[in-house]
């Protein structure tokens, strides 16, 4: 099962003399524990300035901050602001706190977020067999982008001609066949390298890659690789099996999942 945390909801609280009373009990929570693994949350981001100039004669107070949970990732964000001036007719509170909400996954399911499955993946590799087979192309389109800095495109489809993503890179497009086979201890033959080549040189390409989960090529299907950049067909050929896929994706660490980046307006 994957948790993921990419959504929240957003509550707000406000009080004073310009502000209607609104879920004012929303200033007095205060969470110390994890509230779906009651473990402990850590500060990651604190931040607080007094705002001058925006409003004449006026303090506006803003602070900010992120707590998560150090075990299963759970965050909330604060944004905090307090109006100060009763001369000026202002002496206002307002609080806005947005909390992860937790989703659940299966493995195998065709709706998880991409960077929670690759999080996932980093730490359980073997678990690949079991995801969807449209998410195996996502995620190498996702791996391959971060990886390569460059632009991915899904294009996998029904009659797809063999092509599953055109990576560019500086403007040069190369084709790739992706495979999610469901064991590692399987080969691919020769025929899936001739298929992909054929699929390659009638859209007109020169640069070519074939991503599997299975543990090897053949032989035969290193040697055809070779062969068509020898003979000038095209002037690229990767190959990544099982553990080349995942030297890569493993290299990368775990992805940020965190919405809350999105949400801070006081940085350092």
Known sequence: MIADYTSYITERGAYGMNSRSDNKELFFNEWTKCKYCHNELENIHNRGLVDFKTIEGVNWHKSEGVIRCTKCGWWQHTFHSYLEGEQ???KDWQLDVNSATLRRFDVSSNEVPILSLRAYLTQQNDKVFEIHHRKMEELVASVFKDHFS???KLVGKTNDGGID???VNSDTPTLIQVK???TKNKTES???IRDLLGATVLKGAKNCAFVTTADHFSPKAIDAAKRAITNNIVDTFELFDHNRFFDILNSLGTPNRFEF???I???D
């Open 261 to 263: 980046e999105r949400l």
């Open 150 to 152: 460059c632009e991915v």
């Open 190 to 192: 020769v025929k899936e």
């Open 265 to 267: 307006q006081l940085n």
């Open 180 to 182: 999610r086979r469901k």
């Open 165 to 167: 993503l055109i990576l």
């Open 88 to 90: 000026e007719g202002f």
